[in-house]
């Protein structure tokens, strides 16, 4: 099982960024997928969360740092997950990783365990907001 991150990149404070997540032998449509990040020097962080509640229910959570800003969404016909990154800050800089909970049902809640429960991880995309 991979799980593959893409979309990274250099963008100047207020730019936008689509991250992906895509994966090979998981089909990421059955499983809530998290985006973390790890910037230098710090813990990494739960930035959003796409939950595995229903196939109509896709509960999100985000954390207070990016909403409004960041947009979870998972397109099921291309079996990938995205994250839309809207007026980025120059601390938005970070690896950012995607992770797959293989549970049926799972709700995102952005806790401790959440972030270090998670059961596959992507390698990671770069991320920096300088001008």
């Known amino acids: 099982v991979q799980l593959v991150e893409s979309g990274g990149g250099l963008v100047p404070p207020g730019g936008s960024l689509r991250l992906s997540c895509v994966g090979s032998g998981l089909t990421l449509n059955n499983y809530a997928i998290g985006w973390f990040r790890r910037a230098p020097g710090k813990e990494r962080e739960e930035v959003s969360c796409?939950?595995?509640?229903?196939?109509?229910?896709?509960?999100?959570y985000y954390a207070d740092s990016v909403k409004g800003r960041f947009t979870i969404s998972r397109d099921k016909a291309k079996r990938t997950v995205y994250l839309q990154m809207d007026s980025l800050k120059p601390e938005d800089t970070a690896d950012y990783f995607c992770a797959a909970k293989v549970a049926a049902y799972y709700y995102c809640s952005g806790s401790y365990e959440e972030n270090h429960g998670m059961d596959y991880w992507g390698k990671g995309t770069l991320v920096t907001v300088s001008s």
């Open positions: 796409i939950s595995s509640i229903s196939s109509s229910d896709d509960s999100t």
